[in-house]
């Protein structure tokens, strides 16, 4: 079966400085790879995700990349704030089977 | 109101016990799923349900069974509970059939239920 690697599995860094979570897979058949972000005491909730035939995906200060070739895929944030203080997730998925496989998650802390 | 709910939120109980965790939502989705979460392991499959006559085993289902009463209720049991079954559990739902291409495979996760065996 498919499994998820993610990395690192905490990462510091300074308001306004960006961040990188980064993710590899392991079945080629994998089409689907969002990431979701875990607030304290709350359930994860998605926050961008990107089909295999697209390259790289943006929503304002987030954008996931993904190398099909390489099997990885990374979650970027940029001009980080303390609201982007959590877990988040990376998962991979086959098409219309909506299983997700995730990763073993990434505190990220955002320091003032 | 919350979309999807899970009780309870916390539960302590002993080794042995049975126990039951439940999930209702009010999406209409037909998918529904348990997961367990433990600190540096992420997020693990025990059972989907794609309706109401279909579960699956994921992942690790060994020691769970799951009930699927109706559409917007989906159950998890132990058994007898041992202390390394301590979790944090979710629920989630999907919907096969979306309004728009791009919440397709979206998960709806509940609040989660924190569970310890002792």
Redesign the interface.
């Known amino acids: 079966g498919e499994n998820v690697e993610q990395h690192p599995s905490t990462l510091s860094v300074q308001e306004g400085d960006s961040a990188v979570i980064k993710c590899t897979y392991s079945d080629s058949a994998s089409n689907y790879f969002p990431w979701y972000k875990q607030e304290l005491g709350k359930g994860p909730q998605l926050i961008i995700d990107i089909r295999s035939n697209v390259g790289e995906k943006k929503d304002q200060r987030i954008a996931v990349t993904l190398n099909k070739t390489a099997k990885h895929f990374s979650l970027h944030i940029t001009e980080t704030q303390p609201e982007d203080s959590a877990v988040y997730f990376c998962a991979a998925s086959t098409g219309t089977a909506s299983k997700l496989t995730f990763g073993t998650g990434t505190r990220l802390q955002v320091t003032l | 109101d919350a979309d999807?709910t899970q009780t309870p939120r916390n539960r302590i109980t002993k080794t042995g016990k049975r126990i039951m965790l439940e999930c209702s939502q009010t999406k209409g989705h037909d998918?529904m799923y348990w997961?367990r979460q433990d600190p540096?392991?992420?997020?693990?499959?025990i059972y989907?349900s794609f309706d109401v006559k279909d579960i699956n085993k994921?992942?690790i289902s060994d020691g769970y069974s799951v009930s699927r009463q109706a559409q917007a209720k989906f159950s998890l049991s132990l058994e007898s509970a041992i202390p390394n079954q301590t979790a944090l559990y979710?629920c989630?739902t999907?919907d096969?059939n979306p309004p728009s291409e791009s919440s397709y495979?979206?998960?709806f996760?509940?609040?989660?239920t924190r569970l310890t065996v002792l």
């Not at chain 2, 540096?40 to 499959?45: D, K, N, Q, Y």
């Not at chain 2, 996760?109 to 989660?112: D, Q, R, S, Y």
Request: hydrophobic share 30%; aromatic share 18%.
């Open positions: 999807v998918r997961y540096g392991l992420g997020l693990r499959l989907y994921g992942e979710f989630a999907s096969p495979n979206e998960q996760f509940g609040p989660g």
